[in-house]
């Protein structure tokens, strides 16, 4: 059951909307609805002219944690790039379809793609600390956007706090993070995109690389921002799906017969309850039941 998220004060002001209660996706339960954040019609994403995902129509809602599930190379992760602009960065992806954040196409030539990443941060399979500070880390992306000392301190504090890292750094603050567990390093990755004030997070595999104790962390983290962000997560894991997520987005493969390519395309979209009881996709119950490797 989704809980009623709150609207971030000074996000996006000129484009906040109301929140509608009532409306219900599912006759069953009631939940609340709130506004899109990303909709998505006929996104494709193709690599030197080959389509590895396409046709993915969704809409991703504030407050709202979307897991993305399915086998390896269905196009999770080249999805998950377009709503930061990621796949800019890698040579040879072109983007079609559309792609909307709050109402704006997000590849608009206008649209300044480092702005885009402020908003929408991300979280990589393996934790990626700067070689620098606990302190630096988090400090980062606010000292680039022009944050002076005493402001900083507040940011670092108040990031460490939310990413529920504080009170085990607090003392090392000055320390390098290399030296840190997997699983604080991810919480410090977090933090880090946490500090930029990003209206979503991105997470790709957060947990993977860690052990079943730090996954835990990090999943009930995801739990406690889930009413100030709004989170979309890859996970290889059914059952983190099931514990964490609101939405669960199903991708699937078709192979060509011609060439035996692989394009990967979304096969279902529901509310994870929905998904992981009474999926109406076949396709999906073939995944969730394990008879489909
Ligand atoms: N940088 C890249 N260059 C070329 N092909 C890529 C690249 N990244 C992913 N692909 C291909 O796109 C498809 C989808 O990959 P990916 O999005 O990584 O899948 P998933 O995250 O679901 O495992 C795969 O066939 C993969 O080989
Ligand atoms: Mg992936």
Not at 223 to 236: A, G, K, N, P, Q
Request: net charge negative; charged share 25%.
């Amino acid at each position: 059951m989704t809980n009623q998220p709150t609207m971030k004060p000074n996000a996006f002001p000129s484009l906040a909307s109301t929140i509608h209660t009532g409306e219900t996706r599912d006759e069953e339960i009631p939940r609340v609805v709130t506004e899109p954040v990303f909709e998505t019609t006929g996104l494709s994403v193709l690599y030197s002219g080959f389509r590895a995902v396409k046709d993915v129509d969704l809409t991703i809602r504030r407050g709202e944690i979307t897991a993305f599930i399915g086998s390896s190379g269905c196009g999770k992760s080249t999805i998950l790039r377009c709503f930061n602009r990621m796949n800019d960065l890698i040579e040879g992806a072109a983007v079609e379809g559309q792609l909307s954040y709050r109402g704006v196409n997000l590849y608009d030539p206008a649209v300044n793609p480092v702005e885009v990443r402020r908003r929408v941060g991300m979280v990589f399979q393996k934790p990626n600390p700067f070689p620098k500070s606990i302190f630096e880390n988090v400090a980062y992306g606010p000292k680039l956007q022009g944050a002076k000392k005493p402001e900083l301190a507040e940011i670092v504090e108040r990031s460490l706090r939310k990413a529920a890292l504080w009170d085990e750094v607090k003392d090392r603050l000055n320390e390098s993070a290399m030296g840190m567990s997997g699983g604080q390093q991810q919480r410090l990755c977090i933090a880090r995109a946490i500090a930029s004030d990003p209206e979503v997070l991105l997470m790709d595999e957060p947990c993977s690389a860690l052990d079943p104790i730090a996954t835990a962390r990090i999943e009930d983290l995801m739990r406690e921002l889930r009413d100030e962000y709004t989170i979309v997560i890859v996970t290889h894991n059914m059952q983190q799906a099931a514990r964490v997520s609101d939405m669960t987005a199903y991708f699937g493969v078709e192979v060509s017969e011609e060439d035996d390519r692989r394009t990967g395309m979304l096969v279902e979209y529901n509310r994870t309850e929905k998904m992981f009881s009474n999926p109406e996709d076949q396709r999906t119950e073939n995944y969730i039941t394990g008879r489909f490797g």
